[in-house]
């Protein structure tokens, strides 16, 4: 998968989690979860566009780092929601695998990435 692939993919990515949160409760927590769930999604696909730029090795993997971390906390709201019930949907649990995919794939670019000296 090459690099405007992988944009496409996180923007799309962001977009289904706008979509899954607007169906939670308005609700404090429902709020909550939904303001911190979108936060992160689009932060996954904001910091690979910004790594895309970067103008060295080190600030891509510094930014794929954040990557990572913004994949894997759109994975914890999610099973917040799917723990609380807030939501019984499937694209619930599409977006959880895709939040784990997404991590997947730049921990092994990362990984690749430090091991080329």
């Avoid at 405007?4 to 409760?25: C, D, G, S, W, Y």
């Avoid at 993997?61 to 807030?86: G, R």
């Amino acid at each position: 998968m090459d690099k405007q692939e992988l944009k496409n993919r996180t923007k799309r990515f962001a977009v289904n989690i706008i979509q899954l949160t607007e169906m939670l409760p308005g609700t404090y927590l429902g709020k909550h979860i939904a303001g911190q769930l979108v936060r992160s999604s689009t932060s996954v696909a904001a910091n690979y566009r910004a790594a895309c730029l970067a103008q060295s090795k080190a600030a891509f993997v510094a930014k794929l780092s954040i990557v990572i971390e913004e994949a894997d906390e759109s994975e914890f709201w999610m099973e917040l929601i799917s723990e609380k019930q807030l939501i019984n949907h499937s694209s619930l649990k599409e977006l959880l695998e895709e939040a784990h995919e997404l991590a997947s794939i730049f921990i092994t670019t990362r990984k690749t990435l430090m091991l080329k000296k």
